[in-house]
C-alpha cells in the first residue's frame, strides 16, 4: 500500500492490472488493498484502479506523505538538525522531511526560521527562542505551503544562513526537482537568499525525476539522505564536490508533536491567549 501511495505522488491514476502484475499478485488481493487506502482517506477507489485525492481533499495528502518513510525522513532531520547552530537562520521549505526537521528544532535558541509551510511554522508555534518569519502568498492545499510573488519579493530581501529544501528528484545534471511549477519558483528564492543549501531527500528519491529544477548541482553545498540511497550515485555526487550525509534510520524517541494535532481546530480561549 505504501508503494502505491508512491506512485500516486507522481500520477494521477494507477489500474488494477498494472498493481498485480508488478505485485504478482490477483487482482482481488490488489482491490482489497485499494479499498483499504480508500477507507483511510489516503487514496479515491475508482472503476478498475484507483486515483490520487482530488484538490478539495488535498489536506490529507499532506498527511499521507507524512506517514511514507517516517524512519528516514526522521534520522535525515536529525542530522540536519546537527547542523544548524543556535543563533543562527534557516530556511525550511514545506516538505514533509522539512516538518520532520522542525520538530528536532525546537529546542535551539535564538533561532530564526523563514518558512512557506504552514505546518513547518506551526511545529513552532510554542517553541521558546525561535522566531518564525513566513513570507506569504497564496495558500496551496496539497502541500499545505504558500506560494506566489508576493513571498518571492519577501525572500529577495532576505539573508538566511542555511536551507534546506526537499525534492521530488535529483540528477547531476539537473540538481534538486520538483513537480509543481509554483513550488519551483518559491524553492528557488528560498535558495537564492541562502548562503548553504541542503536538499534533503529519502533514498525513495534518489531514482525518480521531476519536471523542473530549483537548486542547481553547482549551488549545491550538500546533501542530507540515509543509507538507503544509492551508493553509486552518492559517490558521483561527492565526486562532483558536493557533501552528501547519510544519516542512519533506527528507533528514535516519539516526536514532541503529533501530526495529526496540528489539524486540531484552535479553541476559543486558545485563541485569546
Not at 499532506?62 to 544548524?84: G, N, P, Q, S, Y
Not at 525550511?92 to 511554522?121: F, Q
Not at 525561535?130 to 513571498?151: E, H, K, Q, Y
Request: one cysteine or more.
Amino acid at each position: 500500500m505504501r508503494q502505491v501511495l508512491e506512485r500516486l505522488e507522481t500520477r494521477d491514476y494507477v489500474p488494477v492490472s498494472e498493481l498485480a502484475k508488478y505485485f504478482s499478485v490477483s487482482e482481488v488481493t490488489v482491490r482489497s488493498d485499494l479499498g483499504e487506502l480508500a477507507r483511510q482517506g489516503l487514496a479515491a477507489r475508482v472503476r478498475g484502479g484507483v486515483r490520487a485525492l482530488q484538490h478539495g481533499q488535498s489536506e490529507v495528502g499532506f498527511d499521507l506523505r507524512l506517514r511514507l518513510e517516517v524512519e528516514r525522513k526522521r534520522a535525515i532531520a536529525a542530522a540536519a538538525a546537527a547542523m544548524v547552530g543556535e543563533g543562527e537562520s534557516v530556511a525550511i521549505d514545506a516538505s514533509t522531511t522539512g516538518y520532520y526537521l522542525a520538530l528536532e528544532l525546537r529546542s535551539k535558541r535564538e533561532l530564526v526560521v523563514v518558512t512557506n509551510g504552514l505546518l513547518v511554522a506551526t511545529a513552532f508555534a510554542d517553541a521558546p527562542g525561535i522566531t518564525v518569519l513566513v513570507p506569504g502568498g497564496m495558500l496551496r492545499l496539497s502541500a499545505m505551503s504558500l506560494v506566489g510573488d508576493f513571498g518571492a519579493d519577501v525572500l529577495r530581501a532576505t539573508r538566511i544562513n542555511k536551507g534546506f529544501l526537499g525534492a521530488r528528484g535529483l540528477s547531476l545534471e539537473r540538481g534538486l526537482m520538483d513537480l509543481n511549477p509554483d513550488e519551483v519558483r518559491i524553492k528557488q528564492e528560498m535558495a537564492g537568499a541562502c548562503e548553504l543549501i541542503y536538499g534533503i531527500l529519502d533514498g525513495t528519491k534518489w531514482h525518480r525525476s521531476g519536471l523542473l529544477s530549483f537548486a542547481p548541482r553547482e549551488e549545491l553545498t550538500g546533501i542530507v539522505t540515509d543509507s538507503s540511497a544509492p551508493a553509486d550515485e552518492v559517490a558521483a555526487w561527492r565526486a562532483a564536490g558536493v557533501e552528501v550525509i547519510i544519516a542512519e534510520a533506527g528507533p528514535r524517541e516519539p516526536l514532541p508533536v503529533r501530526p495529526l494535532d496540528l489539524r486540531r481546530t484552535v479553541r476559543h480561549d486558545e485563541a485569546h491567549h
